[in-house]
């Protein structure tokens, strides 16, 4: 596990240092050498340590990004991170741009730097967020802290998706960044508090934090929809899962997707995406079917048959790259990656 020092502690040197991580897009670690030159603390690298990304980061919850030859992504190691790691760095970060933008002090304090943990500052982001005339934030913040605070599965899948979008969006700056303006980030976070709702049969109060984040975030996740962990919503306007659908874990999902019915079925209707599938923008996936572990989907398609593990399939209607009898197989995962047009281009006979 890593050391950890106060900032309060550390030298002006290494604060210095530390915060040179803000102006790079990715999380990195230094070589073994490095390490242990600097015990192995987050900050006070040597002047000439470049810093570059690194799957095996404290922060990288991914250590691999291939495929099996078989049928199922390959096992995903996990890194362990000290629960207030997460939480740490983040107020490490808006301390940072306080420094920066000192006209933000009010809002970083507000929402980040005057909580005594992550539970807290999500139930009060959230709360401020969707709350209204009528409903009011106190309520809101009251009903999320308690979930929040109580379900250990559910924070720890806030952290990873913290990781999951700062590793894959190159747009998202930092952890902060992400847990202060992604809305993709702040919905999904509110579903997982709609869905423990929705099992608890407080459907009424699932369903009514639904439509607040679909008029708020233009997101419309059903209340009963199953989420994984490591989920990236990138942009996330339109997007719409329904009741029955399932999402695995480390899957990225783009805009105007839509995980929907047929709309002449009852019951268990909506679709069900494996582990590591990338989703591309503008995509209809219909009905009860099965998109295969490491799938990739790309933009604009529309699936209404089930998707063999490590494909891609492309169009509308959507057609596996490569045909269906020898279909091309991805050897990385695809939701990692974020590469959205390998093999694709392939498809067509020529590319405008």
């Not at 495929?67 to 939480?87: C, F, T």
């Not at 009060?124 to 809101?140: F, G, I, R």
């Amino acid at each position: 596990m890593l050391r950890r020092h106060s900032l309060m502690s550390s030298t002006p040197k290494q604060v210095s240092l530390f915060f040179v991580s803000h102006f790079h897009s990715t999380l990195f670690t230094p070589s073994p050498k490095q390490v242990f030159q600097t015990h192995n603390r987050w900050w006070g690298y040597p002047k000439s340590f470049k810093p570059s990304f690194n799957p095996s980061s404290p922060f990288c919850r991914h250590k691999a990004s291939t495929l099996h030859s078989g049928s199922s992504v390959e096992q995903i190691e996990h890194v362990e991170v000290a629960d207030r790691d997460v939480w740490m760095k983040m107020k490490d970060e808006a301390r940072f741009d306080v420094s920066v933008e000192p006209i933000l002090s009010g809002y970083y304090n507000t929402s980040i730097l005057s909580h005594k943990s992550l539970e807290t500052a999500l139930a009060n982001h959230l709360a401020v967020k969707l709350s209204n005339a009528s409903l009011p934030c106190s309520t809101l913040s009251d009903l999320f802290v308690t979930v929040l605070e109580t379900d250990e599965a559910i924070m720890a899948a806030v952290k990873s998706d913290l990781i999951a979008v700062k590793e894959r969006d190159p747009a998202c700056l930092n952890l902060v960044h992400c847990f202060l303006n992604f809305k993709g980030f702040l919905a999904c976070q509110a579903h997982r508090v709609a869905h423990k709702l929705w099992l608890q049969r407080r459907k009424v109060l699932a369903v009514m934090i639904q439509n607040r984040v679909s008029e708020v975030f233009a997101v419309d996740i059903h209340p009963g929809a199953k989420i994984g962990s490591g989920i990236l919503l990138d942009h996330a306007t339109g997007i719409v899962v329904g009741e029955t659908a399932v999402i695995g874990n480390n899957v990225s999902i783009l805009h105007s997707v839509t995980l929907g019915g047929t709309g002449k079925v009852c019951g268990d209707r909506h679709p069900k995406i494996g582990d590591g599938v990338l989703i591309g923008a503008g995509t209809c996936i219909l009905g009860n079917i099965k998109v295969g572990e490491g799938a990739k989907i790309g933009a604009g398609s529309v699936v209404i048959k089930d998707v063999p593990p490590r494909t891609t399939v492309v169009g509308n209607p959507a057609k596996l790259v490569g045909g269906k009898n020898n279909p091309v197989k991805l050897d990385k995962i695809p939701s990692l990656t974020m590469d959205h047009t390998s093999h694709i281009s392939d498809f067509y006979d020529y590319c405008v």
